[in-house]
C-alpha cells in the first residue's frame, strides 16, 4: 500500500487502501454514508466503489455530467438531496468523479450545516493527478471558471488504478496534460523520460501518478493557500482557462476538455517566456512539438481574442489589475506573478495561430 501525506488528509492508493478504507466507515461515527455521482460515474464506477464497500450502504445523489453544470444551481440541486434524505452533521458525502465531481462535491459537502466529512475518489486521471489534491474546491460562476469556492481539505482522497480502466482514451490524454505540466514545472529528468517514450500512454501508471501527485504535494505544503510558489501549478491555466471558457460558451468554437485546453494553454505560455528572454528556443520547440505531437492544434481566430482577453482580465492570479502569469524559465524551473501586457497577450495569439500555419505549410510541402 502507497501512503502519502496532504497536509491535514491522507492519500491512500492500491488495493490495500481499499480494506483500510471499508474499516474506517464500518467504525467510524457517521449516520449516513452519500456519494455524489454523475450518470457516467453512476453507470461505470459506482458498482466498483459498492464491490469495494459491501458493507456499506449509500445514498446516491446524482448530477448531470460535465464543466457547465458545475454552477450553483446544480449545487442547489444537491443540497436539496442532501436534505431530502435528511444527512446531519455526522454524515460522510463520497465524491466519485472527476474533477468537477470532487471539485463541486467537496464545495457543497465543505458548506451544507456549515461543513461535513468527505472523501474524494477521484475516476479520471486529471483528477487523480491535479483536481483531487491540494484542497481547491469550487464552482463557475457567469462562464468563469472555478470563480466561487474555498480552500477545505478532504477527510481523506482515495486513488486506486481500476477507475482508469474505465476512461476513454480522450479522458487519459485529458489528464496527462497535467502530468506533462508537473514534469515540466519541476522535474526535467521525468520530462527527458517522458519524451524518449515509444507512446505518451507508457508514461501513465502507478508510478507516474504517484510521482506526478508528490510534485503537486510539494507545491501545496509549501504554499497551502497560493500566495506564492503554488502559483507555480497555473503555469498553462491563464489561456488553458480562457480557451475552455469560451468552447462552453461559443457554439462555434471547439470545445475542449480541461486538459486539452492547458496543453494548448502551455504552447502560449511558452511564447510569452520566450518573448521575455527566459525560455530558450530550443526548449521552445521541444515542448511545442511534444504537446501537438499528441493534442490536436486548435486555430484560435482573431474574432475571438477580444473575449479569450476578456476571460483573461477576470483571472483569479491577477493583481491590481495587472495580468500575472506562471512561465517556465527552462524545463524543470519555473517563475510566478511574472507581469504580462496586454500586447503580449496579443502576440501570443497571433503567434500561435502563425505557429499553426506553419506547420501546416511544413506538412503539406512534405
Known sequence: MELIELIDSTILSGYEAWEKL????????WTTCAV??????????????????????????????????????????????????????????????????????????????????????????LSMVDASVGSKLGVDFQGYKNMIGMFNDPDLVMIHPNFLNTLPPSELKSGYAEMVKHVLIADADSWYKYIGALN?????????????????????????????????????????????SLGLESDDFTTLKHGEAVALGMVFANIIAHEKGMLSMKELEEINDYIFSIYKPVRLPKRFWEKVFAYIVKDKKNKKGKIMMTLLEEIGTVKVNIEVSPEEIFFAMSAYNALLSNKKKSKSDS
Open 22 to 29: 471499508e474499516e474506517l466507515v464500518q467504525g467510524g461515527p
Open 200 to 244: 505518451w500512454r507508457d508514461n501513465i501508471n502507478m508510478d507516474t501518478i504517484l510521482d506526478s501527485i508528490r510534485v503537486k504535494k510539494r507545491f501545496v505544503e509549501e504554499d497551502p493557500y497560493e500566495q506564492g510558489i503554488r502559483k507555480a501549478l497555473n503555469y498553462g491555466h491563464t489561456f488553458g482557462h480562457a480557451i475552455e
Open 36 to 125: 455524489l455521482v454523475d450518470e457516467n460515474t453512476n453507470k461505470f464506477c459506482l458498482p466498483v466503489l459498492k464491490e469495494l464497500l459491501p458493507s456499506t450502504d449509500l445514498v446516491v445523489i446524482q448530477v448531470p455530467a460535465g464543466e457547465k453544470h458545475k454552477t450553483l444551481n446544480t449545487c442547489n440541486s444537491i443540497w436539496n438531496d442532501m436534505m431530502f434524505h435528511n444527512l446531519d452533521r455526522k454524515s460522510l458525502c463520497f465524491n466519485l468523479g472527476g474533477g468537477v465531481i470532487g471539485d463541486m462535491g467537496g464545495f457543497c459537502a465543505s458548506t451544507y450545516m456549515r461543513g461535513i466529512d468527505f472523501v474524494q475518489i477521484p475516476t479520471t486521471l
